[in-house]
């Protein structure tokens, strides 16, 4: 009986940043929980693979080619969805620089992509929930993917905490907004997975072992794990747990 909360058919998700890593994951776990996908990347080769893989799990998949950071696109790709019940605010990226180093046009482009196309993204989508008339009674879920970084200070990531302390004070102003509209808005908080992006940074082996010494659990997490608390997020499993952030850090953020 409890189980089926967790069921998401009919539903339709948005997933940015689907092409690969986090965001591949994520769509696919929802896919696997019987919702409908529309996934947006910037490269369409990884688009048209997982978009393969969804196929597969006999749900409907749309993907859309586009940089995050284009407003008009972005906005034309979502008014023109019939419905979105779940939006997982995933695309993003970091370039690791010391604070008195920091280049001024790498700490705009990361506000760019991480905060203001986030944000965009959130409204738009909250938009275009919120025109559904049964709404109130189905309940929508906003994911929006942060890092352990938005609750605790890290070496060489300055803009990226200033990005994601941002983001979970926007999840909280959006969950007192949408609220009346039973539109859930959480954010999903991991420490370092294997990923795409964080790859290059962990070849750096005094790196890796410091970043391993700040893990009670001793490891990096799994794709998987990042994906199953997003699908819980999105389900009726999750259906009060509004405004705040699942960590997902092996334990970094509790020393």
Known sequence: MYLKK??????????????????????????EAGSNLIIISRTKKDLDGVSKIIKK???KCK?????????????????????????????GNNIPEHFTKVKTKNMEYLVKVNTIAT????????????????????GGSII?????????????RSVYNMNKWGLEGLTKGMAVDLAKYNIRV???????????????????????????????LGRFA???????????????????????SILVDGGWTAK
């Not at 965009?120 to 109130?136: G, T, V």
């Not at 959480?186 to 990923?195: D, H, K, L, S």
């Not at 962990?202 to 700040?214: A, G, P």
């Not at 799994?222 to 705040?244: K, N, Q, Y």
Request: proline share 3%.
């Open 57 to 59: 799990l006999k749900v």
């Open 144 to 156: 929006n993917m942060s890092s352990q970084m938005g609750h605790v200070g890290g070496p060489i």
């Open 186 to 216: 959480n954010t999903v908080a991991p420490t370092f997975v294997v990923t795409p992006m964080t790859k290059k940074f962990l070849k750096n082996k005094k790196f890796k072992k410091e970043t391993l010494n700040n893990i009670p």
């Open 63 to 91: 993907s859309y080619t586009c940089d995050v950071t284009n407003y008009n696109e972005i906005k034309t790709i979502i008014n023109k969805q019939p419905r979105i019940d779940v939006l997982v605010n995933n695309a």
């Open 119 to 138: 944000f965009n993204i959130a409204q738009l989508c909250a938009i275009k929930m919120m025109k559904l008339k049964n709404r109130k009674k189905i």
């Open 6 to 31: 967790y069921n998401l058919k009919n539903k339709y998700s948005l997933v940015t940043g689907a092409g690969k890593g986090l965001g591949k994951a994520c769509a696919i776990a929802l896919a």
């Open 222 to 244: 799994e794709m998987s794990e990042i994906a199953s608390t997003v699908v819980f997020l999105a389900s009726d499993a999750a259906s009060m747990i509004h405004g705040t």
